[in-house]
């Protein structure tokens, strides 16, 4: 069992950037590829990016490519979320989730193929 705690959250404006961090507990951190997820009011979830065990391999959706970074410190067991240029259309409820997998494997990019899921924390872009 992983438990999954976001925090980084906020209200900013637009053009602003953010850190979300997520911190995971109860199993070998590295055992665990970590994406980042978002969902807006009345839409469904969607991929924002993920990263392997190993941190060697990330992923990103179309829309964060070269905006967002994600990264990991497995001494913390932590994953980040560093977002810039925000857009209002990026308000949601940013989620982290952990995947069984082997350090070297791909990080998947489909919710259902994620174990475990953390709260969430609101992010707030304003125009």
Same mark, same amino acid.
């Given at each position: 069992?992983?438990?999954?705690?976001?925090? #980084?959250?906020?209200?900013?404006?637009?053009?602003?950037?953010?850190?979300?961090?997520?911190?995971?507990?109860?199993?070998?951190?590295?055992?665990?590829?970590?994406?980042?997820?978002?969902?807006?009011?009345?839409?469904?979830?969607?991929?924002?990016?993920?990263?392997?065990?190993?941190?060697?391999?990330?992923?990103?959706?179309?829309?964060?490519?070269?905006?967002?970074?994600?990264?990991?410190?497995?001494?913390?067991?932590?994953?980040?979320?560093?977002?810039?240029?925000?857009?209002?259309?990026?308000?949601?409820?940013?989620?982290?989730?952990?995947?069984?997998?082997?350090?070297?494997?791909?990080?998947?990019?489909?919710?259902?193929?994620?174990?475990?899921? #953390?709260?969430?924390?609101?992010?707030?872009?304003?125009?």
């Amino acid at each position: 069992q992983v438990q999954l705690v976001e925090s #980084g959250g906020g209200l900013v404006q637009a053009g602003d950037s953010l850190r979300l961090s997520c911190a995971a507990s109860g199993r070998t951190f590295s055992d665990y590829a970590m994406g980042w997820f978002r969902q807006a009011p009345g839409k469904e979830r969607e991929f924002v990016a993920a990263i392997s065990g190993g941190g060697g391999i990330t992923k990103y959706a179309d829309s964060a490519k070269g905006r967002f970074t994600i990264s990991r410190e497995d001494a913390k067991n932590t994953v980040y979320l560093q977002m810039n240029s925000l857009k209002p259309e990026e308000t949601a409820v940013y989620y982290c989730a952990a995947a069984t997998r082997s350090p070297w494997q791909q990080p998947p990019r489909y919710q259902f193929d994620y174990e475990y899921w #953390g709260q969430g924390t609101q992010v707030t872009v304003s125009s």
